[in-house]
C-alpha cells in the first residue's frame, strides 16, 4: 500500500457506513429496542432504541475510522506503509461490516452462535497481527513506535516475543471456537 490519501480515507469512510444500508432495508422488521452488545454465555448486556443502532453505529465506526486514519497519516510521514499499518487502516471497515451484520442477525432472531463468531473474528484478528508484527524493519520502528526501540538486537527479541503472544492468543480464541 502507498499512502493514506483521500481517496483511501474516503473509501473505507463509505465502507464503514455501508452496513447502514441493510438496516435500513431492514427496518421494520428489526424490534424497537436492539441489543448490541453480549456477555460470554450470549447474554444480552446493551441495548439501544432501534434508529440508533442502525443509524448509529455505522456514523461511531467511520468516526473511529477517520480517528485511527488521522493518528496513522500523523506517524506516517513516508510514502509507504508498514504492514502492519496496512491491515489497521482495514480493520474498522471489515468490523464494521461483520459486527453490524451480527447485530441484525440476532436481533432478527435467527440464533446466530455470537460467542463462536466473535472468537473466531478476534482469532484471526490476532493471527494476523502477529504475523505482521514481524514484518517491521528496525528503521520503521524507531519512526513509528513510543519509545523507540534501542538497538535492533532489543527490537526483534521484542517484536518476536509480540508475535508468539499475538498467534499463541489467536490459536486459543480459534479453538474456542470449537469448544465453546
Known sequence: MKKIDAKLIALTTIICMLPMVAGIALYKD?????????????????????SAAVFLMPVLMAVFQLVMLSICKMRVKTQALPKLFSFLIWLMPILSILLYALMLVTNLDMNAPIDKIICLILGIMFLIIGNYSTKMSFEDAQKYMHPAPRNEASFRKMSKLLAYGFIGIGIVLLALVFIV
Open 30 to 50: 428489526l424490534p424497537d429496542v436492539m441489543t448490541t452488545h453480549w456477555t460470554f454465555g450470549e447474554k444480552a448486556d446493551g441495548w439501544m432504541p432501534k
